[in-house]
Nanobody, 126 residues
Framework: QVQLVESGGGLVQAGGSLRLSCTAS????????MGWFRQTPGKEREFVAA????????DYADSVKGRFTISRSNAKNTVYLQMNSLKPEDTAVYYC???????????????????WGQGTQVTVSS
């Protein structure tokens, strides 16, 4: 059983930056590909970014491409999401997720992931 704990959320002004972290325990982190998703009230959880087990492959939603960067440290069992040039529409609860298996293509669908964190709130004020 893998446990995921997100941190780094908060309130920031538009144009600002935040870095989210997600630390895993209970499994072999390097055997998991990782993803970040976000959700606002009344909407489905949506894909933000994903990274393969080695960090060699990444994928981004069009809405965040060029502003967000996903990375990982297998030595620290942690995946990061660096968010720059934040916009009010980035406001959401952000979740990290783990998908077992050393796949070479990052996954975008929520049903492809096996474990989820509890989420961290990001609020961007205008």
């Amino acid at each position: 059983q893998v446990q995921l704990v997100e941190s780094g959320g908060g309130l920031v002004q538009a144009g600002g930056s935040l870095r989210l972290s997600c630390t895993a325990s209970g499994g072999t982190f390097s055997t998991y590909s990782m993803g970040w998703f976000r959700q606002t009230p009344g909407k489905e959880r949506e894909f933000v970014a994903a990274i393969t087990w080695s960090g060699g492959g990444t994928d981004y939603a069009d809405s965040v491409k060029g502003r967000f960067t996903i990375s990982r440290s297998n030595a620290k069992n942690t995946v990061y999401l660096q968010m720059n040039s934040l916009k009010p529409e980035d406001t959401a609860v952000y979740y990290c997720a783990a998908r077992f298996g050393r796949v070479v293509v990052p996954a975008r669908r929520t049903d492809e992931y096996d474990y989820w964190g509890q989420g961290t709130q990001v609020t961007v004020s205008s």
